[in-house]
């Protein structure tokens, strides 16, 4: 049982693509990166080369994986026990610099605390985010009329699912529907073109928001964390956004 690291994007979808493909739901950002990766290079997110991983069990099953794509957190699938400090001594082997981490809360705190005790990084909650997927839609009544005032994005379809975001309303025009009706909007655009799952993430510290994706539909998946590294009091450079 052993994680292995590798700059190669096509070692990793040979190694930890059909596990990532297994969870294509849970793993939404990382099918999305690869995508882009392999679509339009490895420099894609920027002019640190990305960095991938996989972490293999007994049976030479692989059964976890990360990727970080800098200036992003390392992004890490669930992790089997007591892999965390492991991984975290490998990476810090490799002299990989890690503005923070994205994963689920354990997972996110057992290797913080591991990546702590090997750097001497201090370790500071940035954002806790809530993946939804979408059951049954539900249009927003009543439907807002009016200009066009909020947008809404989704992904290129992987693994047969479409994530939604950007989400936004310029302040002046919130609590008014839009945002929700836009929402409503993409995600009956994605099932039209066959999606087999329509997800989205939330910010945690939104309660209206999280509170109009049930409304519209939305069921919760599972919750993350992404906690920011800082070394000597100076915080990482750190994009918050999946790719």
């Known amino acids: 049982m052993a994680w292995t690291l590798t700059g190669s994007l096509d070692d990793y979808v040979t190694m930890a693509g059909e596990f990532l493909r297994s969870r294509p739901v849970h793993n ?27 972490w293999r069990s007994a049976v030479a099953e692989v ?38 981490v994205n994963a689920q ?22 954002r806790r985010t809530r993946l ?16 066009a005032v909020s947008l809404a994005g989704v992904s290129r379809p992987t693994a047969g699912v479409v994530r939604v975001a950007p989400v936004y309303t310029p302040p002046d025009h919130r609590g008014r529907g839009y945002g929700g009706a836009v929402t409503a909007a ?4 994605a099932l039209d073109a066959s999606a087999s799952h329509v997800v989205l993430f939330t910010d945690l510290a939104n309660p209206a928001s999280n509170a109009l994706y049930r409304r519209l539909g939305y069921r919760p998946v599972e919750d993350r964390v992404v906690l920011r590294f800082e070394l000597r009091g100076r915080p990482a450079p750190l994009t918050l956004e999946g790719p």
Do not use: K, M
């Open 28 to 54: 939404t950002i990382q099918l999305t990166a690869l995508q882009s990766l392999r679509a339009r290079g490895t420099s894609v997110f920027g002019d640190v080369a990305p960095l991938f991983g996989w």
């Open 63 to 100: 059964s976890a994986a990360l990727l970080h794509t800098p200036p992003y957190p390392v992004l890490l699938t669930g992790l089997p026990e007591r892999s965390a400090d492991e991984l975290a001594g490998a990476l810090a082997a490799s002299g990989r610099q890690l503005p923070g």
């Open 105 to 126: 809360q354990g997972d996110a705190a057992a290797f913080a605390a591991a990546w702590s005790r090997l750097t001497g990084a201090a370790c500071h909650e940035f």
């Open 132 to 147: 939804f997927r979408l059951e049954q839609l539900r249009a927003p009544v009543p439907f807002p009329r009016g200009a």
């Open 186 to 189: 993409v995600s009956q655009a």
